[in-house]
C-alpha cells in the first residue's frame, strides 16, 4: 500500500466515522472541498503541514492517517 492509498482510506474511514462531509473537514483544515475528495481518491499526497490541518480536522493524531491496515491492527491490539 502507498502512502497516498493509506492516507486516502484513512481519511475517508475516519472522516466517515466522525460524520462529517467533506466540505466540513474542508472547512475545518482551511482547504478546499475537491482537494479533500482527491485525496480521499489517492490523486493527491499532502505536505506534511496540510497532513497535520485534516488530522487536527478530525480530531486524531496525524500518524494515524499514515498508518497502512497492518499497523493500525497492531495499534489497536496493543491497546487492547
Do not use: F, W
Not at 492509498?5 to 482547504?31: C, D
Not at 485534516?54 to 489497536?76: M, N, T
Amino acid at each position: 500500500m502507498t502512502l497516498e492509498q493509506a492516507v486516502a482510506q484513512n481519511l475517508r474511514a475516519v472522516r466517515m466515522q466522525r460524520k462529517l462531509s467533506q466540505e466540513r473537514v474542508a472547512q475545518k483544515a482551511g482547504i478546499s472541498v475537491s482537494y479533500v475528495s482527491m485525496l480521499e481518491r489517492g490523486e493527491r499526497s499532502p505536505p506534511l503541514e496540510t497532513l497535520e490541518c485534516i488530522a487536527k480536522a478530525l480530531g486524531v493524531p496525524p500518524l494515524s492517517l499514515l498508518e497502512g491496515p497492518s499497523r493500525q491492527k497492531l495499534s489497536r491490539a496493543a491497546r487492547g
